[in-house]
């Protein structure tokens, strides 16, 4: 992870926020999208074969024991990707506050969002799959297909996840987790070095920064219109820095409060 570190700290000074995280998010997506291929062929091969299924086949246990034996290929890589976006992240507000400070994972704030961050994510990641493949499997018991017809869509599902579209500027689903937990991780990279310096006696502010677009929502809008507040306190949607949601935009800046 140090060579990570220096290799980013090197390449920061002629990157902006975007083109910092786009490597780690393209990586994860890819590597998202093998992980959701795999869940998927395994769910699949667990299904029973023949003809049409009953009204009463409970699916549940089975998701569950596919979903704990495929956790790894989804934490992993996220767990990863989130440690070096927020390297990225702190390592740019230590360049843009020529501090003489340094960072590491094993800050205590790194530490604690990393360690709640990776299973918890994954656990909401298939909460929400178990949801998609329950619509699946009923509309498939209440139209009276067999095990292979249900097959089939679920592995349609799958490939969804992996190729669909759930937002205009989204890809698929891999894409709005790649881009959402590189982008809350680069984030939390940056209010870490500004809790840091507040710790170290400067008073720091931050500031809510959206894309101004027509697609900016109204709790991001609110943020945006307070202006620069304290950076221990809440920005007014009650967050304490983007990403609001995701897919989120925004951005967050930071500065020592100026002197009066």
Known sequence: MKKLIDALDAFLAEADRETIISSIQKRLQKELEDAFGAQGEALVSNLPSGGEVPVDYVWEPMFTEVAEETSGAFVEPIVAAAGASMSAGALQALADFAIGMSFDLA?????????????????????????????????GVENGLSYGEIAKAIT?????????????????????????????????????????????????????????????????????????????????????RPLRFPGCRCAALYRRKPKK
């Not at 982008?183 to 006696?201: K, P, R, T």
């Open 107 to 139: 800050n205590p704030r790194a530490v604690a969002y990393l360690k709640a961050h990776g299973a918890e994510l994954v656990t909401a990641i298939n909460d929400t799959t178990r949801d998609y493949i329950k619509t699946v499997v009923t509309n």
């Open 156 to 240: 349609d599902r799958y490939e969804e996840f992996k190729i669909g579209k759930p937002q205009e500027h989204i890809d698929s689903r891999a894409h709005l987790i790649a881009v959402t937990e590189t982008g809350n991780a680069y984030e939390a990279g940056n209010l870490i070095v500004a809790e840091d310096l507040a710790d170290g006696g400067l008073e720091m502010e931050k500031f809510w920064q959206t894309v101004e677009d027509a697609r900016v929502s109204d709790g991001c809008q609110q943020n945006q219109d307070a202006g620069w507040i304290p950076a221990g306190e809440p920005f007014p949607s009650g967050d304490m």
